[in-house]
């Protein structure tokens, strides 16, 4: 079994891409209209294909006539239970969009209806402007190709021929497709598959097995994609490796893209934009900065969560915290460093009105605050806090119910705290210990580790209500 | 000599696997004819073998020239209609009547002559027919139910032809082909009822059909049981009729069930990429462009007529279309473009072998029906596969 091209396939290659090869994909494409045979002539010739795609003008920001999945007011269940209710979602080519939202919000089932496996109720489902549920399974499965979330495979088969399985639209009943097999070299070249063309699909991992059927999805060269939790069982390396393959196709070939992922971090970072589905409905659909809100997310998902800004990626990521107090007070954060960033994120997450100060510019509080939308009084590091900064802090610090002290804060800091009514301290020992011997110059009412300040905050603000 | 010729024929069938290499595998179909030309040579030696086996033993040589001489081209076919008579009433019954020119005349000893083509050829021949389509009527079941239990009878079309064949017997119902007739629409119906039963919607899932055929079996098996209650001295040869045999087979029978048989395989054929793709549930079937409902119901209906044409010449022959599969998958992989044809072709070899076995069989009372040899013989062999190649699923 030696990786790399085999000498049969090897040979037939250059001609496939060069002369003949094309030949075959123009019959295939006036054969059908809508799917674009070969990836490469595609690339090539994007404005031919785009002809061939209604709306194909690679805008991400999709008008719903422009988009070539166009899900309008679909209605689903099974037997009597309503799953979908009113779903509309439109994905332009050469947009990826991601579809994320609760165990059981019907992410499944919306793209059973787009493949046309599950016949909606009421409401359309068009694929390059076919209705699919009026197409033969034939044609659908020239438009649009699934990447389904389990599949019963058959084990017994080598994974090359599962893949050419992919090819199986374009088949005739007694001939065979001659594209298939640079088609599906390409594909698990793609994929990273190849080294396993002739291992039974039985023999392969989990995160393999969901490679090949990746492959077989691309084999079957759709102008769409869906994907159902296509890095599910992927290690991290596959999950980022799976969504730039599927980024690409999108960039390169003008896929329209639509996965379901329960990743937020990762649907945030490579999809144009996220629907959130949540109750059979679909809340939000927009780009991740505007979409993957603590709001949203605490609305589909019943969960709190923080919603900050991954300094690598540039992308949102998300931090959820199991959902155990709700806060409608405002809540002041005094200190620096990492143990403030955590109790702005874990307090913001509880849903209290977070203010923050005086914090260094530049400082990982800061940072956080700013991703969080909390108010925030800074100044530049290492200088002294001048009067306009101590003025907005002393109004924050008026306003705010409670106020936690976390991690390290400089004497003007202290200074300024101290006498509030209800102050907390929290953070790690090493904490106190560096702020330079001066702990006991602050009152404090309660000390809470980090990860319950949100429960302790809620105890004092209480007392402090009952006090009033 | 016998097991001599079986053992060397397994070996070479167990030896002859094609390594898969990436940069030498064979493609299906090229793989399909030489797996083929191989099994047809392991059954044309099993028919002559076969033929030499028997109360009078001939030799090669004069079976071989025997059988060339008995090969013919059909060069008219016409139809006749004979009539049917049941319960009081006379059922029109078409018959093909067809002339041949024979390609061979060989000289060669003129009892020996006989011996084979009026007596022994007929008998392998229809086993070998029998064989092949149970054999891929199984290979489609096995398939299609994603069941390594499924078999040709799976949706009860052997119960259906034995209520057919027993009520013939029973009621004493004459006619030409009156028994063979009436076990093939038995099994047709039945067939077609546990279909209707199983469906809703146009949509016909599997585990319903496979329960709904349970069921229908079981109700069956007591019609069948009742009828042999009241079958008087018709008894024995309804039972012997239940245990499947080629007795009383004649070159007539094999012109009927011949073009049933090679029709429908070529049909099953056409469609063994979609069976490939049927493996992978019906979802990711549909996804991949089969129009799943529309493919189950052409696999099941000419897997069924299949059956049916088989049993209702022979009998309920078990193990055929369950075990010859299954061996085959062992040894040419899963791929239906492959293992269908190679199947069929080797159930053919199997039954003919096997029937040898009950013809040369001698045992107190007569001849040994075949559906015994096939289960006695079938079953060790194949859990032997089962215990060496280490094959746990479909």
């Not at chain 2, 059909?209 to 069956?220: D, M």
């Not at chain 2, 079938?378 to 215990?387: D, K, S, T």
Request: net charge negative; hydrophobic share 50%; charged share 15%.
């Amino acid at each position: 079994m030696s990786p790399g091209l085999p000498g049969p396939l090897a040979a037939l290659l250059p001609i496939v891409e060069s002369g003949s090869g094309s030949a075959s994909d123009t019959e295939a494409a006036v054969d059908d209209g809508a799917a674009p045979s070969d990836p490469s002539a595609v690339s090539d010739a994007s404005g031919a294909s785009d002809s061939d795609i209604p709306g194909a003008h690679g805008t991400p920001a999709a008008r719903a006539d422009d988009a070539l999945i166009d899900v309008r007011d679909v209605v689903a269940s099974y037997g009597d239970t309503p799953v979908l209710e009113g779903v509309s979602l439109s994905v332009a080519p050469g947009e990826f969009v991601g579809l994320v939202g609760p165990n059981g919000a019907g992410k499944t089932t919306l793209l059973k209806t787009i493949n046309g496996v599950v016949a909606p109720d009421a409401g359309s489902v068009r694929v390059a402007g076919e209705d699919v549920h009026a197409l033969s399974s034939r044609a659908a499965s020239r438009r649009v190709a699934t990447v389904p979330q389990d599949t019963t495979l058959a084990f017994e088969f080598p994974v090359a021929d599962v893949v050419e399985m992919g090819r199986t639209p374009y088949h005739g009943r007694l001939t065979s497709d001659p594209a298939a097999a640079a088609v599906v070299e390409r594909a698990l070249e793609r994929t990273e598959t190849a080294q396993f063309r002739d291992r039974t699909v039985g023999s392969l991992s989990g995160g393999e097995r969901q490679r090949v059927v990746l492959a077989r999805a691309l084999a079957q060269e759709t102008p769409a994609l869906l994907l159902d939790e296509p890095t599910g069982s992927l290690d991290v390396n596959h999950q980022i490796r799976t969504l730039e393959l599927v980024r690409d196709l999108v960039e390169t070939e003008g896929t329209a893209a639509l996965a379901a992922i329960h990743d937020l971090d990762l649907a945030a970072r490579f999809c144009d934009r996220i629907a959130v589905l949540a109750d059979g409905d679909c809340l939000a659909i927009g780009p991740p900065a505007e979409v993957v809100t603590r709001d949203r997310l605490r609305t589909a998902f019943d969960a709190d969560a923080a919603v900050l800004s991954n300094p690598v990626t540039g992308t949102r990521s998300v931090t959820p915290f199991p959902s155990t107090v709700d806060l409608n007070c405002r809540v002041h954060v005094a200190g620096s460093g990492p143990a403030a960033a955590r109790a702005l994120a874990t307090l913001s997450a509880a849903g209290a009105t977070v203010t923050a100060g005086v914090l260094p510019a530049g400082d990982v509080a800061a940072t956080v605050a700013a991703d969080l939308g909390v108010e925030t009084v800074t100044a530049p590091p290492f200088s002294p806090v001048d009067a306009a900064a101590e003025a907005a802090a002393r109004d924050a610090l008026a306003d705010a119910a409670v106020v936690v002290l976390a991690g390290a804060a400089p004497p003007s800091v202290r200074a300024l705290v101290r006498d509030h009514a209800c102050l907390v301290r929290t953070g790690a020992p090493a904490d106190a210990a560096r702020s330079d011997g001066a702990e006991d110059s602050v009152d404090t009412i309660a000390t809470s580790p980090v990860d319950t300040v949100a429960e302790t905050v809620r105890e004092v603000a209480a007392d402090r209500a009952d006090r009033e | 000599m016998l097991r001599k010729y079986l053992a060397t024929a397994t070996a070479l069938v167990l030896t002859m696997r094609p390594t898969r290499r990436a940069d030498g595998r064979l493609r299906p179909a090229a793989r399909a004819l030489v797996w083929s030309a191989a099994l047809t040579a392991v059954l044309v030696a099993v028919v002559l073998v076969s033929a030499t086996i028997g109360p009078v033993s001939l030799t090669l040589p004069t079976v071989a020239k025997a059988a060339l001489n008995a090969v013919g081209v059909p060069t008219s076919v016409g139809v006749s209609l004979g009539g049917l008579s049941a319960f009081g009433l006379t059922l029109p019954m078409p018959t093909v009547k067809a002339e041949y020119t024979y390609l061979f005349d060989f000289p060669v000893d003129r009892t020996g002559e006989v011996i084979v083509r009026r007596i022994r050829l007929p008998r392998i021949v229809l086993g070998a027919v029998v064989g092949f389509a149970l054999a891929s009527a199984g290979t489609v079941m096995q398939g299609f139910f994603r069941n390594p239990m499924a078999d040709p009878s799976i949706i009860g079309v052997s119960s259906g032809a034995a209520v057919g064949a027993v009520a013939t017997i029973a009621l004493s119902i004459s006619g030409p082909f009156g028994l063979q007739l009436s076990a093939f629409l038995g099994a047709i119906l039945t067939a077609f009822a546990v279909y209707l039963i199983a469906t809703e919607n146009g949509h016909t899932p599997v585990a319903t059909l496979l329960l709904a055929g349970v069921a229908v079996q079981t109700f069956l098996g007591a019609v069948t049981s009742y009828l042999l209650l009241h079958a008087g001295e018709d008894l024995e040869q309804a039972i012997y009729w239940m245990m499947g045999n080629l007795e009383n087979a004649a070159w007539d029978e094999v012109a009927v069930t011949v073009p049933v048989a090679v029709a429908g395989f070529l049909v099953l054929l056409a469609y063994a990429r979609d069976l490939n793709v049927l493996l992978l549930g019906e979802e990711d079937a549909h996804t991949l462009g089969i129009e799943v409902e529309r493919t189950k119901r052409v696999l099941l209906a000419v897997s069924s007529v299949v059956t049916a044409a088989a049993v209702a010449v022979a009998g309920v022959i078990g193990f055929v279309g369950l075990v010859v599969p299954h061996m085959m998958r062992l040894v040419v992989g899963p791929d239906h473009r492959v293992l269908l044809p190679v199947s069929a072709i080797a159930g053919a070899a199997f039954l003919v072998a096997t029937d040898t076995v009950a013809r040369a069989g001698t045992f107190p009372g007569g001849t040994l029906p075949v559906g015994i040899v096939t289960a006695a013989l079938g079953a060790p062999f194949f859990l032997y596969l089962l215990r060496t190649r280490e094959v746990h699923s479909l």
